[in-house]
């Protein structure tokens, strides 16, 4: 079992970066694929980005694909998304998942971060 908690969040304006953390407990975080989630106001939560258990493969949202980059350091047991380049669209919760799998990317998330507000102003 892991348990995630997410940072980072703000408020920023258009054009912006800002660079979220999700600090994962337990000493199998390096057999988990990562992924990164957000709920925009009033919408349905969407799939952001995934990262591989290894690290060595990763998958992003065309929406925000040149834009975002997800990586991850097994050494802190913390994922990371850099943001650039920010939209007033990407304006959200953003949430971390994992899940112990070898299926990339992953079809569902078992543990969740608690979230952390995005927003971008225009």
């Known amino acids: 079992q892991v348990q995630l908690v997410d940072s980072g969040g703000g408020l920023v304006q258009a054009g912006d970066s800002l660079r979220l953390s999700c600090a994962a407990s337990?000493?199998?975080?390096?057999?988990?694929?990562m992924g990164w989630f957000r709920q925009p106001p009033g919408k349905e939560r969407e799939f952001v980005a995934a990262i591989s258990w290894s690290g060595g493969n990763t998958y992003y949202a065309d929406s925000v694909k040149g834009r975002f980059t997800i990586s991850r350091d097994s050494a802190k047991n913390t994922v990371y998304l850099q943001m650039n380049s920010l939209k007033p669209g990407d304006t959200a919760v953003y949430y971390c998942a994992a899940q112990r799998t070898l299926a990339f990317p992953p079809p569902v998330y078992d543990y969740w971060g608690q979230g952390t507000q995005v927003t971008v102003s225009s």
């Open positions: 337990g000493r199998t975080f390096s057999t988990y694929a």
